[in-house]
């Protein structure tokens, strides 16, 4: 029986650009109900070395880094000396990661930016040439919000109005993630890319936080799937989770809108049941079942194309060809229109 725990990754504080102590934003973790979040400062584990690393008060907090500066952001976990960043040729930090047995993810792949925020440059990667990497984010919250805030009108407004915002993930990025595990596992996270950066506008008459921590945390999170409870001890903890994020048994969802814990999909075979992210044979004939907290279009995307929708809680998908599978459950809107919740990690069939 696997049992479920929510993280928020890709976090800055007051190590980098933040405006948070990790103290802080353990404690906003908390009020969230997120079992473990994961830091990546930029440039430096300072946080590591100052022993913010542990436990604070029931949450996991894991301390990585962010590398990289106008482009090919990666994110690095689980390792315990600086990389130096080579924007050029990324290829350089990922074999440095590795060499530290540590994982790494590219942050966010595609982005749209906006004319309020750096001049509207895109902190795209462009170097998909490389290799050795863990996964992508195919998430983040920070990144498709920007995207709404064209001018400061219409940023205004889709901070206040939430649900007006498009919030699902760019196209380009799920397209991408799909050519790439039609090659080998390319593991998904998800997280906020939070900064709880403070904004004074229209003369000082709105003031305050442009999504505080905790909001954050109650948006897009990776939910990680481990084969029993988490344990006490907090460097098995760590590995454990590590562990299941590496393997991609994990998924990626908004909860603004709907709780999305309780999500599973799986292949049932007759050698037992194999997770996301596990390996199936087609000629053992697996069926992929899908359960849902809460109804709505639950699609199945095989090689990066759709290949069968159903409405509701329950839907199952009869294997017969190899390649990588996953789901996507949407939320309905009004004019029959619906938004992105849910995100699988793939089952791969071979």
């Known amino acids: 029986m696997f049992k ?15 405006t948070a102590t990790v103290d802080e934003i353990a404690a906003a973790a ?4 997120l079992d473990f979040i994961g830091i990546n400062d930029h440039f430096n584990l300072k946080g590591l070395r100052e022993g913010k690393e542990g436990w604070h008060d029931g949450v996991a907090v894991f301390i990585g880094c962010e ?3 106008q482009y090919n952001h990666y994110l690095a976990y689980d390792i315990t000396e600086e990389v130096a960043s080579d924007t050029t040729n990324p290829q350089n930090v990922i074999d440095a990661v590795r060499r530290q047995g540590g994982i790494g993810f590219i942050a966010h792949p595609f982005e749209t930016g906006s004319p309020l925020h750096d001049g509207g440059h895109a902190f795209v ?5 490389v290799n050795g990497y863990d996964g992508i984010g195919i998430w983040n919250f920070s990144s498709v919000w920007k995207g709404n805030a064209r001018n400061l009108l219409s940023g205004l407004y889709h901070y206040y109005n939430i649900r007006a915002a498009n919030l699902d993930p760019l196209d380009e990025t799920l ?8 090659e080998r596992k390319v593991v998904a996270i998800g997280g906020s890319d939070n900064h709880g950066v403070k904004i004074k ?3 000082g008459l709105i003031r305050g936080k442009l999504f505080d921590y905790e909001y954050a945390f109650r948006a897009v999170n990776t939910h990680v799937l481990l084969r029993g409870d988490l344990p006490g001890d907090f460097e098995t903890a760590k590995q454990s989770i590590y562990g299941a994020l590496k393997e991609g048994r994990c998924f990626v969802a908004c909860s603004l809108f709907a709780d999305p814990r309780g999500f599973r999909f799986e292949a049932e075979t007759a050698n037992g049941i194999v997770p996301m992210g596990g390996r199936v044979f087609v000629r053992d004939s697996p069926t992929l079942v899908v359960n849902s907290p809460a109804r709505g279009p639950i699609r199945f995307i095989h090689k990066g194309r759709l290949v069968r929708s159903q409405t509701g809680k329950e839907a199952i998908l009869k294997i017969d060809r190899p390649g990588a599978y996953r789901v996507e459950v949407r939320l309905p809107r009004a004019f029959g229109k619906s938004r992105a919740w849910i995100f699988s990690n793939p089952i791969y069939a071979e």
């Not at 908390?30 to 109900?33: C, L, N, P, T, V």
Request: hydrophobic share 35%.
């Open 4 to 18: 479920e725990y929510v993280g928020n990754l890709h976090i800055h504080s007051k190590y980098s650009d933040g």
């Open 201 to 203: 506008i229209l003369l």
């Open 125 to 129: 990667w462009n170097r998909w040439d």
């Open 175 to 182: 397209a991408k993630w799909d050519e790439l595990t039609q």
């Open 67 to 69: 590398l990289n500066e």
């Open 30 to 33: 908390r009020r969230a109900s």
